[in-house]
């Protein structure tokens, strides 16, 4: 009988510019058998560029699991600099192959101005990098 | 009276920005399941970029990148929620718990220029920064600790190391004043464990 | 015959950091006890704070457990409010003794030379009060603490 236990795997990334989609391409553990929830969060950076404490969408994103096949579905990322955490995950029952990729795209909503980011591409310095993270709720048997 | 539970808790100081504290202790022998665990912070500005790993009989339950904030609860959260409770309890039988609590650890990654232009996923490498976590069966004891000193870092908000090709905003924006936090804090855990 | 009973303990704190115990019998009617609620009159006095008590002789909450978990805000439902005890906590007239310790020195703590981070929350640790003239957190002195119990002839 294999064992499973439950683990929580982050999947963090940066987002650099405000008007370059990040595409995100990662392999999943290959311990992972079973995604059964996930949360995604901002991690830090926004809270330099803005003297709200929550704005209810920053960005995008979409997710897939097992090598494109599964397809998560769409996420509104919000930012919330207060301190009371939220237990709340979203429900899955996604069956994880073995080495298979998590992949999507994350499309940044705030801060896309002119004042971000030149007409030229440059980043101008009231831009901040800023990182969001999925969080999966798993099963492990490792 | 036989009691059926107990919040096993371990304090630790953090005594500046960007400090690294781990712990290692025994689950009290009576009880042989772990349903929950659940951090208290000094002071909430600590909380953001402050991650917490977990760590079971060297089995992880939660990554070193485990943000802090995710496991602090506030006071308009039912006394009875105030915990992540694991779907599955985890088996402990003195086990030996681990824990691995960063001070801003995340801040310290955003001025990171390894990336493609646009941003991309952070290698796990990358956010453990050291492989911290003793291995082997030999510690038991509160009395061992191990402390990294990473570089300090201005907490509670730090964008952009040194060398960084953009110029990253240092008074720019407007950015909202951050909560205060004061060193040392402290971080308390309390894992619930059950017969 | 009522079920319930919500018994009051009411503690005055007059000062920064000071520690009060406390005794109290269960009302005598009530099988057990189901919860606990703690309620203050300053949410600055909240952080920091902690309440322990035994119930005839074993611990029900060590003196290290933090009120922050024992209340909540008003943002929370009225029935919500109380920690409610993972099982059943045998009262039947038992006799309590407690202990309230007021957090707001909490800003004051020192680096107390432990390079580990781990430390011993028995261990004094606090900076002295001396040259500041008022407490960090702006507790306001004194204030009076409510512990409720719950106690409950249900099953």
Redesign the interface.
């Known amino acids: 009988m294999t064992k499973t236990r439950i683990i929580y795997h982050p999947v963090p990334f940066i987002v650099r510019q405000p008007l370059t989609p990040v595409t995100i391409n990662t392999v999943l553990p290959s311990h992972i058998r079973k995604v059964i929830g996930i949360k995604v969060v901002h991690s830090v950076g926004v809270q330099s560029m803005t003297t709200a404490a929550y704005l209810p969408v920053i960005g995008y994103l979409s997710l897939e699991f097992n090598n494109k096949q599964y397809h998560f579905g769409h996420l509104d990322v919000p930012f919330d600099n207060r301190a009371e955490a939220s237990d709340a995950y979203h429900d899955a029952a996604i069956d994880i192959m073995a080495g298979s990729l998590l992949t999507g795209n994350y499309e940044n909503k705030v801060f896309t101005g002119i004042e971000y980011q030149k007409a030229d591409g440059t980043i101008t310095d009231k831009w901040s990098n800023y990182i969001v993270t999925i969080y999966l709720k798993a099963l492990s048997d490792d | 009276m036989i009691q059926g539970y107990r919040f096993q808790k371990v304090s630790l100081r953090i005594s500046k920005s960007g400090q690294r504290v781990y712990f290692n202790a025994e689950s009290h022998k009576d009880f042989s399941m772990l349903k929950g665990i659940a951090l208290s912070v000094g002071y909430d500005g600590a909380l953001f970029g402050s991650t917490f790993g977990f760590r079971v009989d060297e089995k992880k339950v939660l990554d070193e990148s485990h943000e802090a904030h995710l496991l602090v609860f506030g006071n308009d959260v039912p006394p009875n929620n105030r915990m992540l409770f694991f779907e599955k309890p985890i088996p402990i039988h003195s086990a030996k718990l681990e824990g691995i609590y960063t001070d801003s650890a995340l801040q310290s990654l955003l001025g990171n220029i390894s990336y493609s232009p646009g941003g991309g996923v952070i290698a796990a490498t990358d956010v453990n920064v050291k492989k911290t976590y003793v291995s082997g069966k030999d510690i038991v004891s509160y009395g061992n600790a191990v402390v990294d000193n990473v570089p300090v870092y201005n907490a509670p908000i730090n964008i952009g190391l040194g060398n960084s090709s953009m110029t990253m905003p240092s008074t720019g924006a407007s950015p909202s004043a951050p909560a205060p936090v004061y060193y040392p804090y402290d971080v308390k855990i309390t894992m619930f464990l059950s017969r | 015959m009522k079920n319930n009973k919500f018994q009051r303990i009411r503690l005055r704190v007059s000062s920064a950091g000071e520690t009060l115990r406390f005794n109290a019998v269960c009302d005598k009617g009530f099988r057990n006890i189901k919860g606990i ?1 703690v309620s203050l009159p300053q ?1 600055k006095a ?3 704070s902690m309440l322990g008590f035994r ?2 002789n ?5 003196d ?3 009120v ?6 008003n ?3 009225p029935n ?8 059943k ?2 009262a039947l007239g038992g006799s309590i003794e407690g202990r309230y310790t007021d957090g707001s020195k ?2 004051l ?4 030379g ?8 028995g261990k004094v ?1 606090f900076k002295t009060l001396a040259g500041y003239t008022t407490n960090p957190y702006g507790v306001v002195f004194p204030y009076d603490v409510i512990i409720n119990i719950w106690l409950t002839n249900e099953a």
């Open positions: 609620f949410d909240i952080q920091g119930l005839n074993v611990e029900v909450l060590d290290g457990h933090e922050k978990n024992l209340t909540a805000s943002g929370v439902a919500n409010k109380f920690f409610l005890f993972p099982e906590i045998e909490y800003p703590l020192v680096d107390n432990e390079d580990s981070g781990v430390y011993d929350p640790d």
